[in-house]
């Protein structure tokens, strides 16, 4: 097999990032849960606390908490669900190994580990279903050996090797995808090599002239943000998961960033790419900003998620940083005229960085994460309450409350503040204030760990998201809400938790973000982990019915497959089947993802 | 048969009476009893709070609110467009012309109105009626299902009284007020119309077909009721009163307009609650047979509505206001309906619903009311009485008693038949059925009608003679056709197997011809006739009323139900057969042509109806005159 170069090699000027995320994942974080070792939720006495000194709400007690868990999911604190402690080894598959693979590997020197912890941390991403196995048994299935390579011309050698040897290559970027992406599939005879792409983080070049930067596609989301920021730039793109989320898997999965108005959804920002195949590289040949050459591959490439090869490099837009930055927001009576709001911020294409819509749960549960003293002083508090409630007649039950971040210059930011709070004053809404708009991202971060420390009492949780039309979304956020209530009632499930935000405004709809979660500790459930998944699933019918879509960003993987003939309709899924048949004709890039079983064999 | 009597003088609970149907219990409880106790001033002045009503996001609109809000919706919005350009007209007028229509259709409920007419319904309910009583757990059904999702009430329709009953158990139970779908015939009376508008009626006319216009205002503010989501929708899925007594067959439109909201992903579910209501006595039991014979009813008039209420004294017994088991039209589409299609478009593009799919759910819904309503005991006494099964007293008790069995065990609900209750309703019928000397016969219609009535129908000369004969049968079939479904099933298998004695699966085949063939007469849900095929046949075979021979082949026993079978059913096909007859006949094809060639109006089955009554006499087949099934002609035609 003949292999092109990539344009950029290795060479002097690639600039070193220091990886937050050490080769040996582990060190740092969880091996059977979200994010950092040092960061987690727990009780003390009776409040509960956040750990450690990362987040806002790091080394602080959360008095509201409990009480908001014991009045909506009636969470009793005194059981505890039982949870394996550390990794057990004996537990984990033992190793299929291919020896002439084996030994290709160790003469081509790549880095390589066959330690069962290492191959653990790569068989998973994080669906509730993932961290309930990795903290109750062990997957049936995972890859057998994990490969660093440290560059594109490596990753070739790889995927060339794996090609002729029949090795199956999963690659793996930040292990963050909620959609079982990484999971090996079950019946795999072959080897399964997961091929993680950490170590290749650099910054290739930063172009000032052309406000481009190429990097390799390991590179971590924080790593790269701080990494320009230092040069007084940024990307902009920034996911809930950016903390750990590579920049390949962005590509692949087609992620969104929570700043997309104004900076753009992962396909608006990329500007080349390099996809390393069974057959070779793909990729245009030239850094252009557009071009009209058929079919854009691109979109082939973006969304792949693994089933077409590995994604090495990337040429990203970056921008100067603003020179201002703003959080804001608004309370409406009611969640409805929220939605009115931000459709005609939309209509107007008025561009803050972020505008997101709460609905009345997760105003309320945002409130359960209050730090006394913390955010806004109780003074405040309390003339705020007064206001909203008596000065204005809004009802605690029902008011919505959407955040706002402005970027720009001093001017711009005011500008668009006023005009947006005239917007919101059309449908009864009423500025917030500042700290409210910067509490409602804080919780962005901190969920994945909520959502971990809910599985100590019985709760099992998971988001979901979708894209619909804006004159659908009321519906669709009402039809999934009663869908659920009434699931649940069937399923003899007393105590759930059902709540959605309005997370991106496009001109066309918007993008929908919910939470499910429910208690299952009075349930007599031999699997609750099942019942979830049902409870999703039906949740995923009411959304395609009420006229959303299968996913805005988190992707199919494994997990939605059910709906992709209904998605792209059965002959768009055997054109993909086609494609992928003729770039993988050994189907080593084996790892299951978009296509169903039942189409695959087709 | 114990567990079918009616409790009604039980001293345990004197106000209610009870049913059970297999694990169903329903309670029946009388509301006009503390009506007749305590003060129909206060009742209506009490304090109102319905309960807990569902909540689709908003805060609900004032029916003033509405209006300008339906007005302003992209889907009027669209139509307009449309219009003015197509019309090359300007909008303006089109504005116009869609406020005036709205105007002309919205409700206008207020608590104030419906609590005046309270008071007015209370004191003429009591005035002509012994007692209305109400499943209370078909009531607490109701509740329960509120706060989940936008409800139907779909009554049957058998009398105008059938209008604001809903609304005064509404308000006696406490429950959201109903707003209702009316004809327009209504809007026209004086006061009434206006005072019913106050009472949460909604006008609509009786057909709209190519008014574009009219379509659009009418889908937009019928949806916006339901999304409003403060008040169930009620209204008649058979479109008008059945003057025959059978269930007629449901009208699609407004269905199909509502529905469209779940079809469309706009809801998450409608919940659909037929409801029976049966009349011991209909109110328009006389207007209907000469209606039947092709004499016109007078247009609806306040002064019409006044006349009317002043000459009804005579007692009309008791209603049974039966709220049948919902069903979730989510439920029901979920196996037959693939909503895509309707998803791609936005909202207010309306998108076209499979019509047999409807079809199939307001066959359901009508299934529903007769299987789960309850059935006075006159119907029986009338089919008794008219098929000739008996004419004296002992043996209508007997017979009667017969049939009640026949029904019960198929799990029909039957007011009781004690003696003391057949002389209740035969003095209550008075003016249908004479007892002398224990001999029962026929009123004779006493006034001749007025020369002027007699040229004013419709299409064909009737002879005072006619009237005269045929007036009391009909009226007497009025009853006795509210019973037949219930024999229906088994009475077909017994005529096709006495006919000719088959094997199972030519019965079977025959059966479902003759289902299809009769299905505008009988409810008929195509999808499930093989499994009506089966439970009936295992029914017929448990009661030996059919028997197999060693052959497989089934046989009629000589059972008492053969001659009922042969008296009750045998005019429906004599119908077919005689209309086939005529078509036959040269002097008929002029009338068909007439019919064909673009009113096959209301009044057309009407005045056909007399020309089967001369064409009948004239072949001297003057045992079927009294029984010749209207819309059988229709069917036929």
């Not at chain 1, 969920?447 to 004159?471: K, Q």
């Not at chain 2, 029904?407 to 249908?432: D, F, K, M, P």
Request: glycine share 6%; net charge neutral; with cysteine.
């Amino acid at each position: 097999m003949e292999c092109e170069t990539p344009i950029e090699g290795e060479d002097k000027s690639a600039i070193k990032t220091d990886a937050t995320v050490p080769q040996s994942r582990q060190n740092l974080l969880k091996w059977n849960g979200w994010g950092y070792k040092d960061s987690f939720f727990y009780r003390a006495d009776d409040v509960a606390a956040f750990s450690g000194n990362r987040y806002p709400l790091s080394g602080h007690h959360l008095p509201g908490f409990f009480q908001w868990a014991k009045d909506v999911l009636n969470v009793d604190l005194s059981i505890t669900v039982p949870k394996k402690e550390a990794l057990r080894e004996d537990e984990v598959p033992k190793p299929i190994i291919n020896e002439d693979f084996m030994n290709n590997i160790k003469e081509a020197k790549i880095m390589h580990s066959l330690a069962p912890d290492d191959r653990v941390f790569r068989a998973h991403g994080h669906t509730v279903r993932e961290i309930h196995t990795l903290r109750t048994s062990m997957f049936p299935r995972i890859p057998d050996i994990v490969l660093w390579p440290k560059n594109h011309d490596e990753v070739v050698k790889v995927v060339s090797l794996a090609n002729r040897l029949n090795v199956v290559i999963i690659p793996f970027g930040g292990g963050t995808n909620v959609t079982g992406a990484l999971e090996c599939p079950e019946h795999e005879q072959r080897c399964i090599a997961s091929l993680d792409t950490s170590q290749m983080n650099r910054i290739l070049w930063i172009d000032e002239e052309n406000l481009l930067c190429r990097c390799e596609a390991g590179i971590i989301g924080q790593d790269l943000e701080r990494s320009l920021q230092k040069k007084g730039f940024t990307v902009g793109h920034e996911p809930d998961s950016i903390e750990f989320s590579s920049l390949g898997g962005w590509v692949a999965t087609r992620a969104s960033g929570m700043k997309k108005s104004i900076y753009g959804n992962i396909e608006d920002l990329l500007v080349h790419v390099t996809l390393v195949t069974s057959l070779g590289v793909i990729q245009r040949g030239y850094q252009v900003p557009r071009v009209s050459s058929g079919p854009d591959l691109h979109e082939l490439i973006i969304g792949s998620e693994g089933l077409l090869g590995v994604i090495t490099e990337v040429s990203l837009k970056i921008r100067p940083l603003p020179e201002c930055q703003k959080h804001g927001s608004l309370v409406f009576p009611d969640f409805d005229s929220g939605v009115l709001c931000l459709r005609e911020v939309a209509r107007r294409r008025l561009k803050p960085a972020s505008i997101r819509l709460m609905d009345n749960d997760q105003f309320k549960f945002g409130h359960a994460l209050k730090v006394p003293g913390g955010y806004f002083g109780s003074f405040k508090e309390t003339m705020q309450k007064l206001y909203l409630t008596k000065l204005k007649g809004f009802d605690l039950n029902k008011l919505s409350v959407a955040t706002l971040l402005f970027e720009g210059t001093r001017k711009e930011v005011n500008d668009l503040e006023k005009e947006i709070n005239e917007i919101a004053a059309k449908f009864n809404g009423i500025p917030a204030g500042e700290e409210n708009g910067k509490r409602g991202y804080l919780l962005t971060f901190v969920i994945a760990y909520i959502r971990d420390f809910g599985m100590d009492y019985h709760n099992l949780a998971e988001s979901f998201e979708t894209s619909v039309p804006w004159s659908k979304v009321s519906s669709l956020c009402r039809n999934v809400k009663l869908c659920i209530q009434r699931e649940c009632a069937a399923r003899n499930i007393k105590y759930y938790y059902i709540t959605c935000r309005v997370t991106q405004s496009y001109d066309a709809g918007a993008c929908i973000y919910f939470y499910l979660s429910f208690n299952y500790a009075s349930l007599t459930l031999t699997d609750p982990m099942a019942i979830y998944e049902e409870l999703e699933a039906k949740a995923r019918d009411e959304i395609l019915r009420s006229g959303g879509s299968i996913s805005h960003h988190h992707g199919v993987g494994k997990i939605r497959q059910k709906w992709m003939p209904h998605s792209v309709s059965p002959l768009g899924l055997t054109t993909l089947q086609a494609i992928k048949k003729h770039l993988d004709p050994k189907d080593i890039f084996a790892c299951g993802n978009l296509i169903p079983p039942t189409h695959s064999k087709l | 048969m114990t567990n079918m009597r009616l409790a009604m003088g039980d001293q345990h609970h004197p106000n209610s009476t009870s049913f059970q149907d297999g694990g169903a219990n329903h309670q029946y409880r009388s509301v006009l009893k503390t009506r007749k106790t305590t003060s129909d001033l206060m009742w209506s002045l009490q304090p109102w709070q319905p309960s807990h009503t569902f909540r689709m996001g908003s805060p609900s609109l004032l029916p003033s609110k509405l209006v300008p809000h339906v007005l302003s919706s992209p889907r009027v919005n669209n139509v307009i467009d449309q219009l003015s350009e197509e019309n090359r007209c300007s909008k303006k007028i089109l504005e116009k012309q869609a406020a005036a229509m709205l105007e002309e259709m919205a409700h206008n409920q207020k608590m104030c109105s419906i609590r005046l007419f309270g008071i007015c319904l209370a004191k003429l309910g009591k005035l002509l009626y012994r007692d209305i009583y109400v499943n209370r757990d078909g009531i607490e059904q109701v509740r329960s299902l509120i706060p989940h999702g936008p409800i139907l009430l779909l009554p049957s329709h058998r009398s105008y009284a059938d209008f604001l009953l809903m609304s005064v158990i509404s308000f006696h139970y406490h429950l959201p007020m109903p707003v209702i779908a009316a004809g327009m015939d209504f809007m026209n009376m004086k006061m009434m119309g206006e005072l019913m508008r106050q009472a949460g009626a909604f006008f609509i006319r009786r057909s709209f077909g190519s008014d574009r216009l009219y379509k659009t205002i009418f889908t937009e503010y019928v949806q916006q009721l339901i999304m409003q989501g403060d008040h169930p929708l009620e209204f008649f899925l058979e479109g008008t009163r059945s003057r025959s007594g059978k269930a007629l067959p449901p009208k699609l439109g407004l269905l199909s307009t509502v529905l469209e909201l779940y079809l469309k992903g706009i809801v998450n579910d409608i919940f659909v609650v037929p409801v029976h209501i049966s009349y011991d006595r209909t109110l328009e039991e006389s207007l209907y047979a000469y209606e039947l014979l092709g004499i016109p009813k007078p247009p609806e008039s306040t002064r019409g509505l006044m006349k009317a209420l002043s000459k009804l004294q005579e007692p009309h017994g008791d209603i049974h206001v039966t709220f049948c088991p919902h069903f979730s039209v989510r439920e029901f589409f979920s196996s037959w309906i693939d909503c895509s299609p309707h998803i791609m478009s936005p909202h207010f593009i309306s998108s076209v619903a499979e019509q047999t799919v409807m079809a199939e759910l307001a066959t359901k819904v009508l299934q529903s009311q007769l299987k789960h309503g309850v059935l006075p005991i006159f119907p029986l006494v009338s089919a008794v009485v008219l098929y000739k099964e008996a004419m004296d007293l002992k043996c209508l008790t007997e017979r009667v008693s017969y049939l009640t069995q026949l029904a019960a065990w198929q799990g029909y609900h039957i007011t009781t038949c004690s003696e003391a209750e057949l002389e209740r309703v035969l003095a209550l019928h008075s003016n249908i059925l004479e007892v002398k000397d224990g001999r029962l016969s026929l009123v004779k219609e006493r006034e001749p009608l007025e020369p002027a009535s007699l040229s004013r129908s419709r299409g064909h000369v009737l002879l005072q003679s006619t009237v005269q004969k045929a007036i009391p049968s009909i009226r007497l079939q009025h009853y006795a056709n509210q019973c037949l479904h219930i024999f229906l099933d088994p009475c077909l298998l017994i005529l096709i197997a006495n006919c000719n004695p088959v094997p199972k699966d030519v019965l079977r085949e025959e059966y479902r011809w003759l289902r299809m063939l009769l299905s505008l007469e009988f409810p008929t849900m195509l999808e499930f006739l093989d499994d009506e095929f089966k439970r009936c046949v295992d029914f017929v075979f448990q009661r030996d009323l059919l028997f197999r021979d060693e052959n497989g082949i089934y046989h009629a026993s000589a059972s008492p139900l053969l001659n009922f079978a042969m008296a009750a059913f045998r005019p429906f096909l004599t119908t077919f057969a005689l209309v086939c007859h005529m078509l036959a006949m040269r002097s008929m094809f002029q009338w068909m042509a007439e019919s064909f060639s673009g009113h096959i109006s209301e009044s057309s089955p009407c005045a056909s109806m007399g020309h089967v009554y001369i064409e009948a006499e004239k072949l001297g087949e003057e045992d079927c005159l009294e029984t010749l099934p209207l819309t059988a002609l229709a069917t036929s035609v």
